[in-house]
């Protein structure tokens, strides 16, 4: 299994296909090859995928538990570096769609396509509460301790609490990107909801839409918040990304 270390962090990664590079960027409280499930035999075809675990996340390592979506998004650009990597489309979905719109927004040579996944761009706190670690022991949601101390014990050494104290202070305050920000954002875009997604849906989508100039709105009929998730639609909202990539190679 694959490692790359950059300065204090040394980030796990998958890497499958071949072709111009995609950049999953997964969700919180997952990693790369969870949130990307339904992607990974239709976009190998065509596309060199990485899907890395984001600091923080998964089996990628630090000394330090601290993490923030502007530093994530750091640290996609020194993985880019350290794989020579010139130039990716970034696949983002959550808050890796939000670790997305940074990137493009603070890099954007480095970015030829963006497509986003249940994100409407701004900071939401809605139902964040469920999420805390205190609320968790309270409401004894045994399983859920247990699935994110699997998933991520390689990332906070076993401490799941820090894990979910920082990933609900990052849903609270990111991300932080003003509209003049988003409107700097020169890649082509895909912007995906689905329509039932409590925290997106058409509306908040539309305005992200219309400060992103080169950008498509794509609300997927009956979705969730992971309309790209298997029992959801996974196979429409491929068909429809790969569509997206084809017409805006690297060029």
């Known amino acids: 299994m694959p490692y790359v270390q950059l300065q204090d962090l040394e980030v796990f990664y998958e890497k499958m296909g071949s072709g111009e590079p995609i950049l999953f960027l997964h969700s919180g409280y997952s ?32 000394e330090s538990l601290e993490w923030s979506t502007p530093q994530l998004a750091k640290d996609m650009i020194a993985f880019m570096d350290a794989l020579h990597i010139p130039k990716a489309h970034l696949v983002g979905y959550s808050l890796g769609a939000n670790v997305g719109l940074y990137c493009a927004v603070q890099h954007p040579k480095r970015v030829i396509t963006l497509t986003t996944i249940g994100t409407s761009g701004f900071a939401d706190p809605t139902g964040v509460e469920e999420f805390e ?22 990332a906070h050494r076993g401490n799941w609490q ?15 990107l003003t509209d003049d920000q988003l409107r ?40 969730s918040h992971r309309p790209h998730m298997s029992r ?13 990539l084809a017409a805006h190679p690297l060029e």
Not at 37 to 54: E, G, H, I, R, V
Not at 190 to 215: A, M, N, R, W
């Open 133 to 154: 670690p205190e609320w968790l022991i309270e409401q004894d949601q045994q399983d859920t301790i247990k699935q994110m101390t699997e998933r991520h014990e390689e």
């Open 31 to 62: 990693r790369g090859i969870l949130a990307f499930a339904s992607q990974l035999l239709d976009f190998q075809k065509n596309y060199t995928c990485y899907y890395p675990d984001l600091r923080g996340h998964g089996r990628t390592r630090c």
């Open 162 to 176: 820090e894990h979910m104290r920082q990933s609900a202070q990052d849903w609270r305050l990111y991300p932080q």
């Open 232 to 244: 959801e639609h996974p196979t429409q909202v491929n068909d429809r990304i790969l569509q997206f």
């Open 184 to 223: 700097s954002i020169q890649c082509p875009s895909l912007l995906i909801t689905g329509e039932h997604d409590p925290f997106v849906g058409e509306e908040k989508l539309s305005y992200l839409g219309s400060l992103i100039q080169d950008s498509e709105i794509y609300v997927v009929s009956g979705g």
